[in-house]
């Protein structure tokens, strides 16, 4: 399988420990997006990345929550002193952009935090 | 910031039966909406997608309709089968790049 791959799939995490996650997008996209999706409603934006800046960052994004992209292959998020409200299913996305042209957005199948 | 509305939030249809899906967005600067679905423990799925230069687009059994006017689009799909039952979200932003602003999504049933 080529699409986008995230680990863990699941994390159980006791509230004030820290987390982290990791996306490996399709090999030849440049461009990567974090989502976050609660339950019952539709993801929520969170960052994006071109190859290794982080582009864009949403007020969604405390400042527990960090996303690099070092080499501007795969990237991590992770959650700092970890709260109930940040249970969730953490996506990825990725895509392949060039000047004026974007591919739609790939998704992973996600990691389900839950914070006891 | 983009507001996406979705209805219905279920949708129950028998095998065969279409199926109707509509949202309305509330910035007139997008330009880009896609439909996703989303199966059990997966991640969401594009199945088709839009520009606001085009007002209708089919494939197979699968069509999107959007009236930049009214600023909604609509999903529509046709002799349904049980495995298009999931929960579907439609999605909207300025261009393919840009982040997208998703409704709050439909489940779909469809029965035997």
């Known amino acids: 399988d080529t699409g986008v791959s995230q680990d863990p799939r699941h994390k159980i995490t006791k509230r004030g420990q820290n987390v982290t996650f990791r996306c490996d997008p399709i090999?030849?996209?440049?461009?990567l997006y974090w989502y976050r999706q609660t339950l019952g409603q539709g993801p929520e934006f969170l960052t994006y990345f071109q190859n290794e800046a982080q582009l864009e960052k949403s007020r969604l994004l405390s400042d527990r929550f960090s996303a690099e992209r070092p080499k501007g292959s795969f990237s991590t998020l992770e959650i700092q002193r970890t709260e109930q409200g940040d249970s969730a299913m953490y996506l990825c996305?990725?895509?392949?952009?060039?000047?004026?042209?974007?591919?739609?957005?790939?998704f992973g199948n996600g990691t389900r935090l839950t914070v006891t | 910031g983009e507001n996406v509305e979705q209805h219905p939030s279920t949708l129950s249809v028998q095998e065969g039966d279409s199926a109707v899906i509509k949202c309305t967005y509330s910035d007139s600067a997008s330009n880009y909406f896609p439909w996703y679905k989303q199966e059990l423990g997966k991640g969401p799925q594009l199945i088709i997608d839009?520009?606001?230069?085009?007002g209708e687009k089919k494939d197979q059994r699968i069509a999107v309709t959007l009236n930049k006017t009214a600023k909604h689009f609509s999903l529509h799909i046709t002799e349904t089968q049980p495995e298009d039952s999931a929960v579907y979200f439609c999605a909207a932003s300025e261009d393919t790049a840009s982040k997208l602003t998703f409704g709050t999504g439909t489940r779909l049933q469809v029965t035997l």
């Open positions: 996305a990725s895509s392949l952009g060039r000047q004026g042209w974007n591919s739609p957005l790939h």
């Open positions: 839009i520009r606001s230069n085009v």
């Open positions: 090999s030849e996209h440049n461009r």
